[in-house]
């Protein structure tokens, strides 16, 4: 070996053999260093300046990657021992950092300015500058996209110029961007070279999402479905969603004038402290409905009031009884409005810690639900003033809930997304809620539970569980409990494995609804899809009043792409029981109905329809093919986050 490679062996020796740097009151480049293979410990010369260490480390590095490049003995040596590809920062996944504290020594102080740079969809990189739109399509996209203004983001943002920062108000306002659907990513940053002991500037840097959305589903030559919606209209985050179905005939007794359209139509504004505004059309064969609503939530542990005013009203025409084929059938009109109002006020609690405020929040609210027919099905007409029919009665729902809830957010990657940050909700929620159903029949009251926890580490994943138990008592003399639900939720998902430039992780969830006493004729939507077993098409409807569902998926992200879609495999398996007794009980009656598939998800993080899955599933019972396999598309997600915020007072969903 010649005495050149003998001489970068002993600096290398030297690098790997040097501890944690420590300021120094010389150069010490200026001595000559002794022979480190030969020297003791105490002949060695002091560590090299730590303001100067970044330096010598990149110069030392940049070396020995140019010298692996060579064909030598000693080139592929240091080749095989050493790796000099960069890990990129979307492919390591983040650490889980738990309501960021590293800007608390700004708390308090004044924001002295807040400097906004939004960016196109396709082409940018948070985590690299240099990164610029190169190909046909990303500037093709990027000259379709509107970028978000600056005015949409300060409308997120938690500070101000002018204003007092106060603790977490970084972390969140980062992660309150994140969770705009217009933008996919988001960091904001102190600006450490112009902040001083009393204020500070302020870097808020955002990608977009690429907000249009349309489509064309042809049916037959002359009837079909188009779609157009956009998630941040002129770069405003205003959100609109139109559906048009055209040349259909759905006029089945013959004799009607058909209606061969079909409209429906959403639009949703942002406006400034988190309050958003929502107008809603549906116009169908024998139903029209349109509604309004104003609402601001519970967006982050920092809000301290939350509401909601809705009006809806509804005008269509029902068949009562279910008639035959090839017989007349009957429709009445029913016509009603629905009112509903809420409010809420969380409670900060005391902190012991200075400048970190207590997570932990009381959270008191109330509901009203008012629901009135102006119109009902009345099918005997020889009664001059006929009572209204049962189910079609005037009610009011008042409800309160007094819960504690404790809100954390993680960060991390490769959960539901290819690289992108995404927040991991973690905390304990605990609720009561109680009120009364004043129905024109008895009236009852309504008492729930709920109680919820959840906990996240990088080491061994996530896990998330749930229960929630209520009903309503009737207040006649029986004091009978009906309409009673039992529901538990179970989500779980384990570290992520890494495997070359392939990462894996595995995820597990299951869900249960149980009625309890429920009214006769009340049954479950079935178990397919987001209900139980992903691509499952029954031959005939399969009614339940209780329902058991577990869901298994191993996701493979792979570093391949096609066309700007991520590639990711994966596998499932799901099983459902049920139970379809008469006002519900266990569901573990049975034989459960299952499912197993593979399948692959392309995913494009920078649009509005980010995932499309094509899976293959084998189902043993209940398929209405006969050899069990199906073929489907689908693009929802099978594991979804639920976050410890309470929002407005319900009761328990039976669907």
Known sequence: ?????????????????????????????????????????????????????????????SRLKAYSRRKTIAGRAVSALFNFTRRQEERAGLDAVLLDRQFDRHSYKVVRRVDIRTMDSFGYSLTDSTRLPRTFLEKSGNMLHLKTARSRVRQVLLFGPGQLLEPQ?????????????????????????????????????????????????????????????????????????????????????GTEIPQTWAYDGRYTVPFRNFVRGRATYRNEYNYRSGGVAVQRDFYSPSARYAGALSLD???????????????????????????????????????????????????????????????????????????????????????????????????DRYLFGFGRTEDVPTGTLVSLTAGYDLSGAVQRRYLGVRVAAAGFSTRSGYLYGAVDLGGFQLMNTRRNWEQGLLSTELTSFTKLYNFGNW??????????????????????????????????????????????????????????????????????ADAVWISDQPKGGSPFSGAPYTGFGLGVRLRNEFTALRTVQLLIGYYPRGLNTANGIRMFETARETVTFTDFGLGQPGTGLYQ
Request: proline share 7%; charged share 20%; aromatic share 10%.
């Open 503 to 572: 990462q894996y992780r595995h995820f597990l969830s299951s869900r249960a609804t149980v009625g309890l006493n429920r009214r006769p004729g009340e049954q479950l939507l079935g178990i397919s899809d987001a209900r139980g077993l992903r691509g499952f098409a029954p031959a005939r409807p399969i009614f339940a009043t209780s329902r058991f569902v577990v869901n298994y998926e191993t996701t493979l992200y792979t570093p391949l792409s096609l066309l700007g879609f991520r590639l990711a495999g994966l596998a499932f």
């Open 1 to 61: 070996m010649s005495p050149r490679h003998c001489f970068l062996f002993a600096l290398l020796g030297l690098c790997l053999g040097a501890g944690r740097a420590r300021a120094q009151g010389f150069d010490p480049r200026s001595a000559v260093p002794p022979d480190s293979l030969r020297a003791g410990e105490n002949m060695l010369p002091p560590r090299t300046d730590s303001l100067r260490q970044r330096f010598d480390d990149e110069r030392l590095l």
């Open 169 to 253: 108000d970084l972390a969140e306002s980062e992660r309150l961007l994140r969770q705009t659907p217009e933008i996919l990513d988001a960091r904001v940053l102190v600006n450490e070279q112009t902040s001083t002991r009393d204020s500070v500037d302020i870097q808020v840097i955002t990608t977009d999402v690429f907000s249009l959305t349309g489509g064309l589903e042809l049916g037959s030559a002359t009837a079909g479905r188009i779609t157009l919606g956009d998630d941040n209209f002129l770069g405003l985050g205003h959100q609109f969603r139109n559906s048009y179905r055209y040349g259909r005939n759905l006029a089945p007794n």
């Open 313 to 411: 009203a509804v005008d269509q025409r029902i068949a009562l009884v279910p008639t035959a084929a090839g017989e007349f059938i009957t429709y009445y009109p029913l016509r009603y409005t629905v009112q509903d109002a809420w409010v809420g006020r969380a409670l900060r609690l005391r902190s012991y810690d200075l400048g970190y405020e207590n997570p932990g929040r009381i959270i008191v609210s109330a509901r009203v639900y008012n629901l009135r027919y102006s119109a009902v099905p009345r099918p005997d007409t020889s009664v001059i003033f006929p009572a209204p029919p049962p189910d079609f009665r005037n009610s009011s729902l008042l409800l309160g809930t007094v819960g504690y809830s404790v809100r954390r957010y993680y960060k």
